[in-house]
């Protein structure tokens, strides 16, 4: 059994970073892809950013790209989501998850992942 576990989320002001970390416990995820995906009141959750792990591909959706960056440190078994330039928008409960399949292509439902984390908070003021 895999447990995630994001931290890092806050309040921020707009133009303002943040990085949030996704580590994973019960066992190594070096060789998963992981994925970050965000709810925001009212809306549905939507992915965010993946990354695979051999070759290390990433991919964005397009609200994000040029904004966020995904990377990986498999030797601390986490996963980070450097948030720059946020925006209001922004604001919503982020959330990792991983996803067992071995595939390397681009995924983003959310049936394509199998654990996820509770999530974490992060608030753009304006």
């Known amino acids: 059994q895999v447990q995630l576990v994001e931290s890092g989320g806050g309040l921020v002001q707009a133009g303002g970073s943040l990085r949030l970390s996704c580590a994973a416990s019960g066992r190594t995820f070096s060789s998963n892809s992981i994925g970050w995906f965000r709810q925001a009141p009212g809306n549905e959750r939507e992915f965010v950013a993946r990354?695979?792990?051999?070759?290390?591909?990433?991919y964005y959706a397009d609200s994000v790209k040029g904004r966020f960056t995904i990377s990986r440190d498999n030797a601390k078994n986490t996963v980070y989501l450097q948030m720059n330039g946020l925006k209001p928008e922004d604001t919503a409960i982020y959330y990792c998850?991983?996803?067992?399949?071995?595939?390397?292509?681009?995924?983003?439902?959310?049936?394509?992942?199998?654990?996820w984390g509770q999530g974490t908070q992060v608030t753009v003021s304006s």
């Open positions: 998850a991983l996803d067992e399949s071995g595939v390397q292509n681009f995924r983003r439902r959310q049936s394509d992942y199998d654990y």
């Open positions: 990354i695979t792990w051999s070759p290390v591909w990433t």
